[in-house]
C-alpha cells in the first residue's frame, strides 16, 4: 500500500519520505527519503516529522504515541480517531450499530470462562485487536470447536460474532477530504479464500437495492466519524439487507481495481484528500477483475514464476510489489482483467495453480 500511495504522490509532484522497519522496503524503493526503524521509535518519528509537511499511514498496526505526536503537530490529516475504533473490533461494530447501520450479532468475550457461558453456534470467535488476512479467527459449527476457541480467549479480549449466511461478501471504498468533500467508488464483490482475499469483482454483482444501500452505509459511517482520506467498509448482502462487517481507514486490497478500471484510483484520491485538494472523480470506465498474487502462487524457487500471469497481460495489468521474500499468505502482487466479467472469471478459473 505504501508503494502505491508514494507513486501516486510522486506522479502529482511530491516528494516522499518513509518509515519502515525493513530495509529496501517497497515504498522506500520508491521514496526520496527512507527511515528504517520501528514504528514507534520517537527519535524516528521526530525525524520523519522534521521532514514531512502532511504524515499518513498505510495500515492499521501502528503505534499510538507515534500517531499523537503528529497529530498534535498537525501533519496528520486522518487523524487517530477512525484508526483506534476501526482496530478495536467491539468497539467498532458497536459504534457502528449506534449509527443505525445494521451488522451481524455480537458478544463481547472477556476470557475463557466468559466463552464457555456465552458461547453460541454457528459462530466466529475474533481477538478484539491484531490479526488479519485470515490469522487468528476460529470458526465455531458446533461444540466440537469449542476447544480451540477457548484457547484462543484465554486472557483476552474477544468478540463472538454471529456466522451469518450470506449471499455475497462487498465493500465500499469513500474518500472524505479535509473539507468534508465525498467521493464513493463503485460497490466491489469479494471472494476470500482462506479468509484471505482472493479476487475482486467490479461492479458488484448485486441488485439496485442492496448496492444503493451499501453506498448509503459507507458514507454514513465515513461522515458520522469525520475520517479523512480513504475508508473501506466491508460488507455482507444477504437478500436485499445489508449488514457492515469491519473498516479499514486506509487505502485497501478491495480498491486495488481502481488503479487500472477508475477515472481516478484510491491512492491518488488518498493523496487528494489529505493534501486537501479537490476530490478527483472515482467513476468505473471499464468492468475488472483483480486477483491477488500470493507467495505461494509464484513457485518454490527463490525467482516468481509468472509465466501462469504473462498470456492475460493482453487483456489487463500485472503489479508487482517489490517485496524481497515470498512466504505462503503474503501478497507478493496482483493483477487486474479488464472487460467483460464472466471472460474474464474463465480466464482465471483455466489458469495453472489457481
Known amino acids: 500500500m505504501g508503494r502505491m500511495l508514494g507513486l501516486a504522490a510522486r506522479a502529482m509532484g511530491y516528494r516522499i519520505a518513509v518509515l519502515d522497519p525493513q530495509p529496501d522496503c517497497p515504498c522506500g524503493q520508491v521514496a526520496d527519503i527512507e527511515i528504517t526503524a520501528e514504528y514507534g521509535d520517537r527519535e524516528a518519528i521526530r525525524k520523519l516529522a522534521e521532514v514531512s509537511?502532511?504524515?499518513?499511514?498505510?495500515?492499521?498496526?501502528?503505534d499510538t504515541g507515534a500517531l499523537a505526536f503528529l497529530e498534535d503537530r498537525g501533519l496528520l490529516p486522518q487523524g487517530r480517531k477512525t484508526l483506534e475504533l476501526s482496530r478495536h473490533r467491539l468497539r467498532e461494530k458497536s459504534a457502528i450499530r449506534e449509527l443505525g447501520i445494521p451488522v451481524p450479532e455480537f458478544r463481547p468475550?472477556?476470557?475463557?470462562a466468559d466463552l464457555e457461558e456465552n458461547v453460541f453456534y454457528p459462530s466466529m470467535l475474533k481477538t478484539c485487536t491484531g490479526g488479519y488476512d485470515g490469522k487468528g479467527p476460529?470458526?465455531?459449527?458446533?461444540p466440537a470447536d469449542l476447544e480451540p476457541a477457548l484457547r484462543l480467549a484465554e486472557n483476552r479480549e474477544c468478540i463472538l460474532e454471529r456466522w451469518m449466511p450470506f449471499d455475497r461478501e462487498i465493500s465500499v471504498i469513500v474518500a472524505r477530504g479535509?473539507?468534508?468533500?465525498?467521493?464513493?467508488?463503485?460497490?466491489?464483490?469479494?471472494?476470500h479464500v482462506n479468509n484471505i482475499l482472493d479476487r475482486t469483482i467490479v461492479p458488484a454483482r448485486i441488485s439496485a437495492g442492496p448496492e444503493r444501500l451499501a453506498l448509503e452505509h459507507a458514507l454514513k459511517i465515513a461522515t458520522a466519524l469525520g475520517s479523512v482520506g480513504i475508508l473501506a467498509v466491508e460488507m455482507f448482502v444477504a437478500g436485499d439487507a445489508i449488514y457492515v462487517n469491519e473498516l479499514a481507514p486506509r487505502p485497501h486490497n478491495s480498491g486495488h481495481f481502481s488503479l487500472d478500471a477508475c477515472l481516478t484510483d484510491q491512492f491518488e484520491q488518498h493523496i487528494r484528500a489529505i493534501c486537501g485538494l479537490p476530490l478527483g472523480n472515482p467513476a468505473l470506465h471499464t468492468h475488472a477483475v483483480m486477483l491477488n498474487i500470493l507467495g505461494e502462487h509464484l513457485g518454490p524457487g527463490p525467482?516468481?514464476?509468472?509465466?501462469?500471469?504473462i498470456p492475460l497481460l493482453a487483456r489487463g495489468k500485472l503489479h508487482l510489489y517489490g517485496k524481497a521474500e515470498a512466504r505462503p499468505g503474503r501478497k507478493m502482487g496482483h493483477l487486474t482483467l479488464l472487460g467483460d466479467i464472466e471472460e474474464s472469471l474463465g480466464l482465471l478459473e483455466r489458469m495453472p495453480g489457481r
Open 53 to 62: 509537511d502532511v504524515v499518513t499511514y498505510e495500515f492499521e498496526n501502528v
Open 109 to 112: 468475550i472477556r476470557g475463557r
Open 138 to 142: 476460529v470458526r465455531l459449527k458446533t
Open 178 to 191: 479535509t473539507s468534508g468533500e465525498t467521493a464513493v467508488f463503485p460497490v466491489a464483490e469479494n471472494v
Open 303 to 309: 525467482e516468481p514464476d509468472l509465466s501462469p500471469y
